[in-house]
């Protein structure tokens, strides 16, 4: 008997749910928020969103999706992209107070690209990519160009699986680097950035990224991290990794009413409804390392597990909550009250990091200044530190001015990578690696010149000056003080934890931008002599055109009817006459 049209339908429905939920079943979400108190009665709130497919990283995987972002991977897609990195940042982080970030970002924007190593034209993709995510993200990332755009050799090494980048050779050439320190975060950004999410704003941790609240903060990042990962021990297939990131530093001096006690309603303005269901986990984890007889707090309510983590020879602990088995109603509003009530911003005992830096401006007047960094070696041990500078075509550097010195001593760099800028073409690109002696003080030190500008080149407000984007330095710590990074072969929060203790982990800051005043024209004087020439113009233009070009003329006008004029006018000669 031969089968009906009906079966044939309903066979061929079947297995399109199967192959359906097996695609579906590729990619995974998930969604961390992690808390930590800083010093000075700082609050650390970290979002961190994850989505893993397991998919090879090809131009036609991103045809179809499901919890990846559709959009996003057009564009990657589109201009042949293997690993990419952006964030737009407002404020600067403290790292000497702070500590370590678990994502590190400069003040302004910063986008750095690996290339596949069969792109043809990475410079025309470059100027493409940064229009395209200009578009997406809302931001001025269209002012990236070959002006402000580097190809570090040392410094940004792929994160992701290294086998895919030419059979394990790197070439430096497929790197594109950039920064815009004058870029400012906004909402038109924090909008289609949460629109990237599987389940935007309606439900889940990214309800809680509440515009009114998060813009009043000390310190704001947002990150996009998309790279190759190893799918399983033996790398021998790859996956795809995406990250969306946020970073903020309340003060509880604002949110907690000048008292040290917070509440995810004081720095969100509000509860939390439920997780996301398209999410495999969804976790908010407390660091409560530093809750010490001194520095004591209650969690309301108890946390469901206490996590204790051993990393690099530091303990910590961690209360850990799982959104996904509490209830949507009523709202879950997780607090902390201190015991003994306190309204002094303290803030925990932070030890000082083993390493951080500090970067600032010398000189006087508008010919010549310098750059001075700071680098602090605060470990018992010898750290080699890679240093880079991106610094634009407009301050020329003197290369022969580099002077590097070490508690009074002078240090010759290991490595050293330069290349000189050229004007409205080409940044100034320095790469250093350095040796820094135990429990030392390293400045780093080069002069530049200012120059004159072409008045068109100078923005609106020409006398705020100009921006200088930060200094990257890259070094491998022996212990992990103050670190909170997750692992490069880890992909969520929970994999730092009792992840072991490595050969190094590794510690990338950014400094302080900075600001310089260029040699500014007066911007005022044409407009005061625009003013003046046209009111001159103006008043000497009308009279004398009314001069040169009219006739008096009597019209109309009787004979008797002038005569009378004519008295009128010289009546006194009349009545002298008549005397």
Request: glycine share 6%; hydrophobic share 35%; charged share 20%.
């Amino acid at each position: 008997m031969r089968p009906t049209s009906a079966f044939y339908v309903v066979y061929l429905f079947v297995n399109c749910l199967k192959f359906g939920f097996s695609e579906f079943n590729k990619d995974r979400f998930h969604e961390e928020l992690l808390i930590k108190p800083l010093l000075g009665g700082r609050i650390y709130s970290y979002f961190q969103f994850t989505t893993i497919w397991d998919e090879e990283f090809k131009s036609e995987s991103f045809h179809h999706c499901h919890l990846f972002p559709r959009a996003l991977g057009e564009v990657v897609a589109r201009h042949n992209v293997r690993e990419l990195h952006i964030s737009l940042t407002q404020g600067t982080w403290r790292h000497e107070k702070w500590g370590y970030p678990v994502v590190d970002a400069p003040p302004g924007a910063e986008l750095w690209v690996w290339f596949k190593d069969d792109t043809k034209d990475v410079d025309s993709e470059w100027k493409h990519l940064t229009g395209a995510l200009s578009g997406l993200l809302c931001a001025s990332l269209n002012f990236i160009g070959g002006s402000n755009s580097l190809s570090p050799e040392m410094s940004f090494t792929p994160s992701g699986r290294v086998e895919d980048y030419g059979n394990g050779k790197l070439n430096s050439s497929y790197l594109k680097y950039a920064t815009l320190p004058r870029e400012v975060v906004c909402t038109e950004n924090l909008t289609p950035w949460k629109k990237l999410l599987p389940c935007d704003t309606k439900i889940g941790l990214s309800t809680l990224l509440n515009a009114g609240y998060i813009y009043n903060t000390n310190y704001l990042s947002l990150g996009i991290h998309l790279k190759p990962i190893c799918r399983d021990e033996e790398c021998s297939t790859s996956s795809i990794e995406l990250k969306q990131t946020v970073s903020l530093v309340y003060d509880t001096a604002i949110v907690g009413n000048g008292c040290q006690n917070w509440s995810l309603r004081s720095l969100f303005g509000r509860g939390l409804e439920g997780h996301c269901p398209l999410a495999s986990s969804s976790m908010i984890y407390v660091d409560i390392s530093q809750n010490t007889s001194s520095f004591a707090f209650r969690l309301d309510p108890p946390p469901d597990n206490i996590i204790t983590t051993l990393r690099g020879g530091q303990i910590g602990q961690l209360a850990a909550y799982d959104i996904s088995q509490m209830p949507s109603y009523p709202l879950f509003n997780l607090a902390a009250h201190h015991i003994p009530p306190s309204c002094v911003n303290l803030g925990v005992n932070i030890p000082p990091p083993l390493f951080h830096a500090s970067r600032y401006i010398i000189g006087y007047g508008q010919e010549r200044g310098g750059i001075v960094t700071r680098v602090y070696n605060n470990h018992r041990q010898e750290l080699e530190v890679l240093y880079f500078e991106n610094i634009p075509w407009f301050l020329p550097v003197y290369m022969h001015s580099l002077h590097i010195t070490s508690n009074g001593k002078s240090i010759e760099p290991l490595k050293k990578r330069y290349k000189p800028g050229v004007e409205r073409k080409r940044p100034y690109y320095l790469e250093i690696l350095l040796k820094l002696p135990p429990r030392s003080v390293t400045e780093i030190s080069f002069n530049f010149d200012y120059i004159f500008l072409k008045w068109q080149e100078y923005p609106p407000d020409a006398n705020h000056g100009f921006y200088v984007g930060s200094a990257v330095l890259t070094t491998y710590l022996p212990y992990a003080r103050n670190y909170t990074a997750s692992p490069m072969d880890g992909s969520l929060i929970a994999s730092s934890f009792n992840n072991g203790s490595k050969h190094g982990y590794i510690v990338q800051l950014r400094t302080e931008v900075l600001l310089v005043s260029l040699p500014t024209p007066d911007f005022s004087m044409p407009y005061n002599v625009i003013c003046l020439a046209c009111t001159v113009v103006a008043l000497a233009f009308g009279p004398l055109h009314n001069i040169t070009t009219k006739r008096l003329m009597l019209t109309n006008i009787q004979k008797r009817g002038a005569l009378d004029w004519i008295r009128s006018k010289f009546w006194w000669k009349a009545k002298v006459k008549s005397d």
